[in-house]
Nanobody, 122 residues
Framework: QLQLVESGGGLVQPGGSLRLSCVYS??????IGWFRQAPGKEREGVSYISVNGGRTNYADSVKGRFTISRDNAKNTVYLQMNSLTPTDTAVYYC?????????????????WGQGTQVTVSS
């Protein structure tokens, strides 16, 4: 059974950093995406990483501030988030794409974690 578990969320001041982790089990390797849903808004794609980590993609709103990476030996994908602003406040989800999506379109992802809350506030 495919499972993904996010961790690393919390409360951080504007300008601060957080690193989210997504530990997956039940499968060897699939592309993994990070998504977020802010209060009152639709879920949006944040970042994507390919199976071997050689290809990544980012939403324009996070380019230059967020970095996605993965350690396949640990079955873990990370999202390093720097220069956080209140607009980054959301529940962050990771998801796996068994169809090997190469985008951050959530329609390409079919296994989802439960999410971790990130709140950016002073």
């Amino acid at each position: 059974q495919l499972q993904l578990v996010e961790s690393g969320g919390g409360l951080v001041q504007p300008g601060g950093s957080l690193r989210l982790s997504c530990v997956y089990s039940g499968f060897t390797n699939y592309p993994i995406g990070w998504f977020r849903q802010a209060p009152g808004k639709e879920r949006e794609g944040v970042s994507y990483i390919s199976v071997n980590g050689g290809r990544t993609n980012y939403a324009d709103s996070v380019k230059g501030r967020f970095t996605i990476s993965r350690d396949n030996a640990k079955n873990t994908v990370y999202l390093q988030m720097n220069s956080l602003t209140p607009t980054d406040t959301a529940v962050y989800y990771c998801a796996a794409s068994t169809s090997y999506s190469i985008s951050i379109d959530q329609r390409g992802y079919n296994y989802w974690g439960q999410g971790t809350q990130v709140t950016v506030s002073s």
